[in-house]
Structures are given as structure tokens and as C-alpha cells.
């Protein structure tokens, strides 16, 4: 086998073996690529393995993360919930991750982080701390409404009763879920990504991308969500509401409206994203019927050493978040894409 780095003319064949490879995402996508590199400005490695008539038989993309705040490190793939490396068989996944940890060393990476949701047998300390919770979608939308608990089916009416409701499109519906979008992030504490992120992915996947917005009477926005679709797959990877509008329930509305879309569209899973076991977010998107599909984080580090934990649980953390929280909106809209785009 040979393992180099992708060029622009494997473009085609490397997202001929993403479609095709039954453990790759939709972040495996070579747009992706694109999409970080044009919005970020990060430096990538994407390595591919051929077999001796040059058919690609694993792939391995990975984005460098270098600031002066955070280190200088690896991720597969940063921003998003799945990643890591993808191969035939175990030999070409191990030789992949040999030839991945010799750019890490060259280019003085002090760790990588794989995302997976296999665990595979590669040597590599591994995080089992979070969970996608999943949905497996029926025909039509009629059954999944009558399989709702009567508490969910109230929850979801409320909003309407409100006069709420839920539209759904593209570029059109940027304005609105951005401007919930960054409040939220705020008020998490997080800094938020530049809106130009969102853009450069509709551009990307004109067909499989869409935003679904919940309005007041008003026409105020104050829940949305952005779609992504792949391989049966739709995926919510954001999503935000107003805290102010949470007594009427407006998410509710919004995964709703989400899900009948997802049917409607002859999806056979609704995946509603990352969650810890317990918490809060878990235990929304467990009453709608979903379940858990354990995720495995490996990690190679450079000199060993503890598991990297920049997340917004670790205490280190606690103060900036605090004060992040008390910022102008304006301001962390400003500077914020400085400092997100170097968090993985």
C-alpha cells in the first residue's frame, strides 16, 4: 500500500470512497476541507492509503490547531461530532495513523484527537464521556407523532397556541439563525463562530443543507436549527433558542417541524446530536425517543501525559466563561471567530 497526501485531482475518488465506506461521515467529505480552510485558515493533512492499483482504501483528514492560548494540536475533525480515521482493514488503519503521528512530530503537535464511533483496536487512549443520541425515523411522520409521549405531543402544541410557528430554507433563514445562534453562545459562555462559517457551508451542500426557524406572531425568530443531511442521516448540529421564549417551549416546535421534515424526506435517522449520559441536553432528546450511540475519542499524544480536556467543563475554564457571559453581544460576535476557530 501507499499512504501520501491528498492532491486536488483525488478529489472526485476520495469522496467516491466517503460514499461508499460504510464507517464514514459525512465530515469524511472533502468540502470539509475546503469549508475549514477557508473560513479558519487552518492548515490541514489529508492522507489517503492506495492499494497497488491505486484504489483508495482508507482515508485520514486532520486539522492543525495552533494558538498561543490553546497549544499546538491535531483534530479529526475539529467543530464537529465525528471524524477520525476510516480504512478497509486494521493494517491500513494502523499504518494511516503511523504516517498521521509523523506529520504530528514534524510539525511539533503535542496530541491528535480522533473522532470515531467505532473502537477500533488501535493502541490509543480513548474518552467514552459522550454519547450521539439517535433516532430511527418511520415512513411517516403520523406514527412517530402517536408513538409521543401525551406530555412531548402537549409541549410541541403549546408554541402553536402561541401563534409560533415554523419555517423552513436556506440563505433566506441565515439572518435569523445566526442572530439566536450568537446570543446563545453567549449566554453559554462560548465564543461563537463567524457567520461566514454557516454561509461557506450552504455553498458547499446546496442540496443536503437547510435551516428550520421558529417564529413568534411577531415574526420574531427565537429557535433554529441548522440540517444536514447524509446518507440517510439528518443531522441537527446546531441548534439554539431564545431563554426569554423558553416558557412557550419554541424547541419543541423546532425539532418537531425537524423531524416531519426528516420523514418527509425519507430519512431513516435523525441524529440529534452530542450529549453527556444525564445531563440536561440527554434527557431532551431521550424523551423524543432517541438513543444513545456511545462515541470513542482516541487520542495520540506526543509525550504522553493526562488526556487533553479543552471543553468548557474543565475549571480552568470557569472564570473566563463567567465573564464571557457578561460581554456586549456585539463584542463577542467580534471577537469571538478569533478565538472559537483554535477550540476544537
Known amino acids: 500500500m501507499t499512504i501520501r497526501l491528498y492532491t486536488d485531482s483525488d478529489r472526485d475518488r476520495w469522496n467516491a470512497y466517503v460514499t461508499n465506506a460504510e464507517e464514514a461521515s459525512c465530515y469524511h467529505l472533502i468540502q470539509w476541507k475546503d469549508i475549514i480552510e477557508k473560513t479558519f485558515g487552518h492548515k490541514t493533512y489529508y492522507l489517503l492509503s492506495e492499494d497497488a492499483q491505486s484504489n483508495i482504501n482508507g482515508i485520514l483528514p486532520i486539522v492543525?490547531?495552533?494558538?498561543?492560548?490553546?497549544?499546538?494540536?491535531?483534530?479529526?475533525?475539529?467543530?464537529?461530532n465525528y471524524g477520525g480515521v476510516c480504512a478497509d482493514d486494521a493494517n491500513i488503519l494502523r499504518e494511516l495513523l503511523n504516517e498521521v503521528a509523523n506529520i504530528a512530530r514534524l510539525h511539533n503537535m503535542k496530541h491528535l484527537e480522533?473522532?470515531?464511533?467505532q473502537n477500533s483496536e488501535n493502541g490509543l487512549p480513548v474518552k467514552t464521556s459522550k454519547v450521539s443520541m439517535r433516532l430511527a425515523l418511520p415512513a411517516n411522520p403520523e406514527i412517530l407523532w402517536k408513538a409521543?409521549?401525551?406530555?412531548?405531543?402537549?409541549?410541541?402544541?403549546?408554541?402553536?397556541?402561541?401563534?409560533?410557528?415554523?419555517?423552513l430554507g436556506r440563505n433566506e433563514e441565515l439572518e435569523s439563525f445566526y442572530s439566536i445562534f450568537s446570543v446563545n453562545m453567549r449566554d453559554l459562555g462560548t465564543p461563537v463562530y463567524p457567520k461566514t462559517f454557516f454561509q461557506n457551508i450552504l455553498l458547499a451542500f446546496p442540496a443536503t443543507t437547510w435551516m428550520?426557524?421558529?417564529y413568534t406572531k411577531d415574526n420574531i425568530p427565537v429557535a433554529s436549527g441548522f440540517l444536514l443531511g447524509f446518507k440517510g442521516i439528518l443531522e441537527i448540529p446546531w441548534a439554539s433558542s431564545l431563554r426569554d421564549y423558553n416558557k412557550y417551549s419554541p424547541n419543541t416546535l423546532l425539532y418537531w417541524n425537524t423531524l416531519e421534515f426528516a420523514c418527509n424526506q425519507s430519512?431513516?435517522?435523525?441524529?440529534?446530536?452530542r450529549s453527556t449520559p444525564g445531563e440536561g441536553t440527554y434527557k431532551f432528546k431521550e424523551q423524543w425517543g432517541a438513543q444513545p450511540t456511545q462515541l470513542y475519542w482516541h487520542y495520540w499524544m506526543r509525550n504522553?501525559?493526562?488526556l487533553p480536556e479543552l471543553n468548557p467543563h474543565n475549571p480552568k475554564y470557569r472564570l473566563a466563561i463567567k465573564l464571557w457571559r457578561k460581554l456586549p453581544l456585539a463584542f463577542t460576535k467580534l471577537i469571538g471567530p478569533l478565538i472559537v476557530k483554535n477550540l476544537p
Do not use: A, W
Not at 495552533?66 to 475539529?78: A, T
Open 64 to 80: 492543525n490547531l495552533k494558538s498561543m492560548l490553546f497549544g499546538n494540536y491535531g483534530v479529526s475533525l475539529p467543530f464537529f
Open 114 to 117: 480522533l473522532r470515531h464511533v
Open 148 to 167: 409521543f409521549p401525551s406530555k412531548l405531543r402537549s409541549q410541541i402544541k403549546r408554541p402553536t397556541k402561541e401563534g409560533m410557528y415554523c419555517r
Open 212 to 214: 428550520s426557524t421558529v
Open 267 to 273: 430519512y431513516k435517522v435523525f441524529d440529534f446530536g
Open 304 to 306: 504522553g501525559g493526562p
